[in-house]
């Protein structure tokens, strides 16, 4: 592969430069890839925007497509970028300058080895989108079924390709020389970036994406998922049944269609809900532009590029985070986070905690209920920011996905209330987190690692005493010999604390769950349990350890 072209580099200097952010293409070192640049003020600015926000937006739409993506990604973590940041780069368009039929032409013909007017009944080469990546095109079928063709544009591999390939190289000269840049985890960033926009190269991911979604609702009149017409489905080019309706935001065109913009607030939002807590696969980009409402108040779902996936570990520490948040306790809470959390090095938990406490005292006078979730959750990312705390992606995506709901429902019928839809979810999500079932698989899984550790400790000690024996008093310890008895022991104790706090936490979580005789006939069995697992794991350690000191 060849490396990015020079030019490139040499651009994005003079980009930062003209927006007043000069002084980043000097800490990056690429102001060198531009010989006039290097006696002069980088920071100079032929055009100063009134805000940072603003100057970012500036230089990602100037450099192009890939930098727009990167931007609209931003726009979805708000654990990484203040509320101002979010604002400013959730404006940017994904659109770009229309490709010629010529060109769509023969990419149809390299692809489907037949001309469009022989494959379609009837072919629009005027295009109704032209974004970044692909072009959309309106055809019908020969039975008359109106569909929607996207086309990759030509090249576009090679140039977004060029542009990862700089921005990782930047990212990781970046977290080389800025300790923030490490504290933030750029170069983990731009990868999860990049991830993310090869996906959305590939139209055969999206075909199958919409296959799935369209199964998960096949049981769910309500909702409508475009079909996929494989015979014209290649990688680079996807046909789908078109969607058409009232886009979801107006709420006064579906009035006029005589739906009641209420319910359907309420019925997306509960859309949005089942696909992250009941599917556990969610369209991660629900815009209003990719919502439509059809005539009998079915909601319509297009473009599928951009998916979510939460696995079980996920949906169990997202489940710790709303038990802790239904106790409002920073300390359970605090746990949970960190748990459920990436963060580069090593974090401040009694900052963490004392942060938390703030946030709940906040709310103090009030049920979480009554809250907006928007503002609930803004608050708590900025306790998450200070500490360097971030989202994993998958929940980021989710934490998008629900501003976003609450945005439009509210925007639909102010009088909307997300949390009214989303805590019989969390009442649901936080029984199976309690369930016998699950508690038993973690008290198994515990049982697991303790066997391990038990196999490994003897070992590990004798070596220990050996060094003590042969040097004295002066220890020279092998710290990755014992990483691996350390990080079971770390987990053993996570879970069987878990377990202790699960049981703790049984009855505190009575008013939100309401009464279920079956959690108190099995309480004192679980905590025995887990209190006798505990007391007989200790009583080894210490005894292996008294037999090797003997």
Do not use: C
């Not at 030019?7 to 930062?16: F, H």
């Not at 109704?128 to 929607?148: K, N, P, R």
């Not at 970036?193 to 055969?204: I, N, P, W």
């Amino acid at each position: 592969m060849q490396p990015p072209p020079l030019g490139r580099y040499q651009e994005i200097a003079d980009t930062l430069a003209r927006h007043g952010l000069g002084f980043l293409a000097a800490e990056l070192g690429i102001t060198r890839f531009h010989p006039a640049r290097r006696g002069a003020s980088v920071g100079a600015s032929d055009h100063r925007p009134t805000d940072a926000a603003t100057q970012l937006r500036l230089v990602l739409e100037d450099l192009g497509p890939t930098f727009i993506k990167l931007g609209q990604l931003l726009s979805t973590r708000p654990d990484l970028l203040p509320p101002a940041y979010i604002t400013e780069l959730s404006k940017l368009q994904d659109a770009a300058p229309p490709v010629s039929a010529e060109q769509i032409r023969q990419t149809i013909r390299q692809e489907l080895g037949s001309d469009p007017d022989d494959l379609f009944a009837t072919f629009d080469w005027t295009p109704m989108a032209s974004a970044s990546i692909g072009q959309v095109h309106a055809a019908t079928l020969a039975d008359g079924t109106s569909v929607v063709v996207k086309v990759r544009r030509p090249e576009v591999v090679r140039k977004v390709q060029d542009d990862l390939d700089i921005m990782n190289n930047l990212a990781e000269r970046a977290a080389r020389i800025s300790s923030m840049a490490r504290a933030y985890n750029v170069p983990g960033i731009v990868k999860e970036f990049a991830d993310t926009l090869r996906a959305e190269l590939d139209y055969l991911r999206e075909a199958r994406n919409a296959e799935r979604f369209a199964e998960n609702f096949a049981d769910r009149p309500g909702v409508v998922i475009p079909r996929v017409f494989w015979e014209t489905t290649t990688s680079r080019v996807l046909t789908l049944e078109r969607m058409t309706g009232v886009k979801v935001s107006d709420p006064r065109a579906l009035e006029d269609a005589g739906i009641d913009p209420g319910a359907i607030a309420e019925a997306g939002a509960t859309v949005v809900l089942t696909m992250i807590f009941e599917d556990r696969f969610f369209h991660a980009d629900l815009h209003p532009g990719n919502v439509f409402v059809h005539p009998d108040g079915r909601i319509a779902l297009i473009d599928f590029g951009m998916v979510g996936e939460m696995t079980e570990e996920l949906t169990e520490q997202l489940a710790d985070v709303f038990i802790a948040s239904a106790t409002r306790n920073s300390e359970s809470l605090a746990s949970a986070l960190i748990e459920l959390s990436v963060s580069p090095g090593p974090v401040d938990r009694r900052a963490l905690r004392a942060g938390l406490a703030s946030f709940f005292a906040e709310f103090s006078d009030k049920p979480l209920g009554d809250i907006h979730f928007t503002r609930l959750i803004t608050d708590l990312l900025r306790v998450l920011r200070v500490q360097h705390l971030q989202l994993p992606h998958e929940i980021s995506l989710v934490v998008r996905a629900l501003i976003v709901t609450e945005g439009v429902g509210v925007q639909l019928d102010p009088q909307f209330d997300l949390n009214s839809v989303l805590t019989p979810y969390a009442r649901r999500l936080i029984r199976r987190r309690l369930s016998f079932e699950a508690v038993a698989k973690r008290v198994s899984r515990a049982s697991v690692d303790a066997g391990a550790l038990m196999l490994e400790l003897p070992t590990k000690l004798r070596r220990l005493m050996e060094s003590v024996d042969e040097n004295g008093i002066e220890v020279h310890l092998r710290a990755a010999e014992l990483v691996p008895v350390v990080a079971r022991a770390e987990r053993i104790g996570n879970r069987v604390v878990a377990g202790i706090i699960t049981a703790a936490l049984i009855n505190s979580i009575g008013q939100l769950m309401g009464r279920d005789s079956r959690l108190q006939t099995w309480q004192r069995a679980i905590t025995g349990l887990v209190l006798t697992s505990f007391t007989s794991l200790t009583g080894y350690l210490l005894w292996t350890a008294r037999r090797k000191r003997d």
